[in-house]
Nanobody
Framework: QVQLVESGGGLVQAGGSLRLSCVAS?????MGWFRQAPAKEREFVAA????????TYLDSVKGRFTISRDNAKQTVYLQMNSLKPEDTGVYYC????????????????WGKGTLVTVSS
């Protein structure tokens, strides 16, 4: 049984940093981070292959966010730097079918999410 537990969200000022973590039990998978801002649809943020050798990003976070993983700890990370108010939202960890996934249609399992709030 796959379980995903996110942590690391919080309130930060614009320009600040946060690191999100997702502990994934039940296997080693391609993993992704998605986010959902108030009154908006959930959107893809970043993905990483099961080995960590392939990473992909939403264009607006390239150069600011870094996805990584430690398979020995069953954990996927999202390091977020130079945060902007438009990065505010609930961030969800997900098991995805492949790093080509860009929508919720390619998600097999979701975590419950962690809230990130960036103040201006």
């Amino acid at each position: 049984q796959v379980q995903l537990v996110e942590s690391g969200g919080g309130l930060v000022q614009a320009g600040g940093s946060l690191r999100l973590s997702c502990v994934a039990s039940g296997g080693t998978f391609a993993m992704g981070w998605f986010r959902q801002a108030p009154a908006k649809e959930r959107e893809f943020v970043a993905a990483i292959s099961w080995s960590g050798g392939i990473t992909t990003y939403l264009d607006s976070v390239k150069g600011r966010f870094t996805i990584s993983r430690d398979n020995a700890k069953q954990t996927v990370y999202l390091q977020m730097n130079s945060l902007k108010p438009e990065d505010t939202g609930v961030y969800y960890c997900a098991v995805i079918r492949s790093t080509a996934v860009r929508t919720s249609l390619g998600v097999n399992y979701w975590g419950k999410g962690t809230l990130v709030t960036v103040s201006s």
